[in-house]
T-cell receptor, first 117, second 112 residues
Framework: GAVVSQHPSWVICKSGTSVKIECRSL??????MFWYRQFPKQSLMLMAT?????????EQGVEKDKFLINHASLTLSTLTVTSAHPEDSSFYIC?????????????FGQGTRLTVV | GQSLEQPSEVTAVEGAIVQINCTYQ??????LSWYQQHDGGAPTFLSYNALDGLEETGRFSSFLSRSDSYGYLLLQELQMKDSASYFCAVRDRHSSASKIIFGSGTRLSIRP
């Protein structure tokens, strides 16, 4: 089946620094990837849709200048949390669909647990 | 917009059957899907219903009624490893990227 790989799986950073998270589709080409954020015991909240070769589409309330998304190739999207603060500590998850597989939904990366200290 | 409602918590006994319901409101509808997420892990895809009826995959089954905007996930022969959070989700038909919107999740706890 389709595989989505996310890296790193966890990261601790100091307040004010930036963190980059990578999301790769390993065995299919994903023109579109999605970035979610999940706080403890809560649901996955869609942050943005990453489009290969064009600008990302952000959900309402998500700061595009703080959460920079780059989708430079058909297999890689990156999310950069800029000037991170403790309130940005969360579980970040990417997902992608394999357009060649019918009647299925998204496959998720392993997630990245970000802790800002 | 879209909204999905599901119970926040369900408790069941090992070996039993449990049903997790989901009602949805959406301006456009492709289908209803279900995901499982263990603590600290990423969601994993369980099932997808685009048409009315029951889809069975091993111990898990999923049902959809489009006219009632309702679906459920049925878990049979419960095992301790089934303790997890379960999310129903819909795909946004009006989004060219087909983004997926998740319900709030149901935390399933299984007792021996």
């Amino acid at each position: 089946g389709a595989v989505v790989s996310q890296h790193p799986s966890w990261v601790i950073c100091k307040s004010g620094t930036s963190v980059k998270i990578e999301c790769r589709s390993l065995d299919f080409q994903a023109t579109t990837m999605f970035w979610y954020r999940q706080f403890p015991k809560q649901s996955l909240m869609l942050m943005a849709t990453s489009n290969e070769g064009s600008k990302a589409t952000y959900e309402q309330g998500v700061e595009k200048d703080k959460f920079l998304i780059n989708h430079a190739s058909l297999t890689l999207s990156t999310l950069t949390v800029t000037s991170a603060h403790p309130e940005d500590s969360s579980f970040y998850i990417c997902s992608a669909r394999d357009p060649d597989i019918q009647n299925t939904e998204a496959f998720f990366g392993q997630g990245t647990r970000l802790t800002v200290v | 917009g879209q909204s999905l409602e599901q119970p926040s918590e369900v408790t069941a006994v090992e070996g039993a059957i449990v049903q997790i319901n989901c009602t949805y409101q959406t301006s456009g509808f492709y289908g209803l899907s279900w995901y499982q997420q263990h603590d600290g892990g990423a969601p994993t895809f369980l099932s997808y219903n685009a048409l009315d009826g029951l889809e069975e995959t091993g111990r898990f089954s999923s049902f959809l009624s489009r006219s009632d905007s309702y679906g459920y996930l049925l878990l049979q022969e419960l095992q301790m490893k089934d303790s997890a959070s379960y999310f129903c989700a819909v795909r946004d038909r009006h989004s060219s990227a087909s983004k997926i919107i998740f319900g709030s999740g149901t935390r399933l706890s299984i007792r021996p």
